[in-house]
């Protein structure tokens, strides 16, 4: 199967520790971007990459948190001295250069920080 | 900005029958499009159905249709003859601006279906 793969799937950490998550997306397509969701919530826009270029930063991203997506394939996504209230799921989610601009999501890492 | 506003928290429908999940959005663009993603307990979201700004047509997918009222800025996602698998949430969302300059999407916060048997 050739869809958005996530690792890891589950990441428990203590608090004040770095994480770093790792995407793959479909490989014809060259826009990916990473969200956060929380239970109950939609998913809140972090980041977006076109290639290799990071085009878009939600403001809502403290200097904590670094995204890259090196020769624009995978991208991994950095979390720095991590929180409490970084506990989340992370999704990340890739999309062709169509008319329509639909996203394939993949299966999101849950970030657990004690 | 773009905000999208889903108003039913929950939902219940019986197996067979038809249900209508509300979304209304907000832009200021002429140009943008307008989806509809599952997300099952498993937790991977799954895209339904596309509805771009300017197409004169409700989009159609399956089981899936968009009643698009660009007037009202609303897009209510109808599912016909409901299923036991249908049982999910269901996201709206909104991409601005046409997909040659795509950036992020904003989602609502979702309503939850459950189908009865």
């Known amino acids: 199967d050739t869809g958005v793969s996530q690792n890891p799937r589950h990441k428990i950490t203590k608090r004040g520790q770095n994480v770093t998550f790792r995407c793959d997306p479909i490989?014809?397509?060259?826009?990916l971007y990473w969200y956060r969701q929380t239970l109950g919530q939609g998913p809140e826009f972090l980041t977006y990459f076109q290639n290799e270029a990071q085009l878009e930063k939600s403001r809502l991203l403290s200097d904590r948190f670094s995204a890259e997506r090196p020769k624009g394939s995978f991208s991994t996504l950095e979390i720095q001295r991590t929180e409490q209230g970084d506990s989340a799921m992370y999704l990340c989610a890739s999309s062709p250069t169509g008319m329509r601009g639909e996203q394939y999501f993949g299966p999101g890492t849950r970030l657990t920080v004690t | 900005a773009q905000k999208i506003t889903q108003t039913q928290p929950g939902m219940f429908v019986q197996e067979k029958e038809a249900v209508t999940l509300d979304c209304t959005y907000d832009?200021?663009?002429?140009?943008?499009?307008l989806f509809w993603y599952k997300q099952p307990s498993s937790g991977e979201m799954i895209f339904l159905i596309y509805q771009g700004s300017y197409d004169e047509q409700n989009a159609t997918e399956g089981r899936y249709s968009l009643n698009f009222q660009k007037a009202r800025k609303s897009a209510n996602l109808v599912i016909s003859a409901s299923q036991l698998g249908d049982s999910a949430m269901y996201f709206c969302a909104m991409r601005p601006g046409p997909n040659t300059n795509a950036g992020k999407s904003t989602f609502g916060d979702g309503t939850t279906l459950t189908v009865k048997p």
């Open positions: 832009t200021s663009d002429q140009s943008y499009g």
């Open positions: 490989s014809e397509h060259n826009r």
